[in-house]
């Protein structure tokens, strides 16, 4: 059986995702047989689609709006949730955050983020399971992106990103247009039209908008 850095090694290739040229990322190309390869090799069914090896419209407007505003992290503790290839994270720490935690439950996802910030030079802590029952105290920033896509997975996670709010966090959601994001408390900040692919999405570009929770 692989090691999750030889196997995201073997079928990835280094590349930049088209709005943020200067993060380089292992990316595959197709998500289909990634998924197929990863349940055979590793020997196990069911396992999570493998969304570290692309990198999604919210991630990278999110990415985007950091590194061309990085006051926003600068000095502070970030937590990207739902992290993926961790290109929102690497941005952080790229523009000075002082801590950026890369949250994602998928372990494979884990490890990818460590690769992908490693090779751009940054150092980011992963994690896979935080408590969405209570607030996260350990972050001045959370970010979220591309995260509304199911209907009780963006309740929960909304509920839980409120909490946050409550306890004094900023918290900026990405949405590429998904059907589940809230219609309430959000504060539009930028738009970013995004290049997609045609093995993810239903078209060729993507209007992700990042909103902050007010």
């Known amino acids: 059986m692989p090691s999750k850095t030889d196997f ?25 047989p990634l998924w197929q390869m990863a349940e055979e090799q590793f020997r196990q069914t069911g396992m999570p689609p493998p969304y570290w090896a692309f990198a999604w419209p919210g991630g990278q407007g999110l990415a985007r709006y950091i590194l061309d505003h990085p006051q926003i992290v600068r000095g502070k503790r970030v937590l990207d949730f739902a992290a993926g290839c961790g290109i929102a994270a690497i941005a952080a720490m790229k523009m000075g955050a002082k801590q950026v935690m890369a949250v994602d439950i998928d372990p494979v996802a884990e490890t990818a983020a460590q690769m992908n910030a490693d090779i751009n030079g940054v150092a980011v802590e992963t994690c896979q399971i935080i408590d969405m029952n209570k607030a996260f105290k350990d972050a001045d920033m959370i970010f979220a992106g591309d995260v509304c896509y199911q209907q009780a997975m963006s309740a929960s996670i909304v509920r839980w990103l409120r909490l946050c709010a409550e306890k004094g966090a900023d918290i900026l959601l990405a949405d590429p247009g998904r059907a589940y994001v809230p219609e309430d408390g959000l504060k539009e900040i930028i738009r970013y039209e995004v290049q997609t692919s045609r093995d993810l999405e239903d078209r060729d570009t993507r209007v992700v908008t990042i909103w902050k929770m007010v």
Not at 9 to 32: D, F, K, M, S
């Open 8 to 32: 995201i090694r073997a079928n990835t290739a280094l590349g930049t995702a088209p709005l943020v040229p200067e993060i380089t990322l292992y990316l595959a190309a197709e998500v289909t």
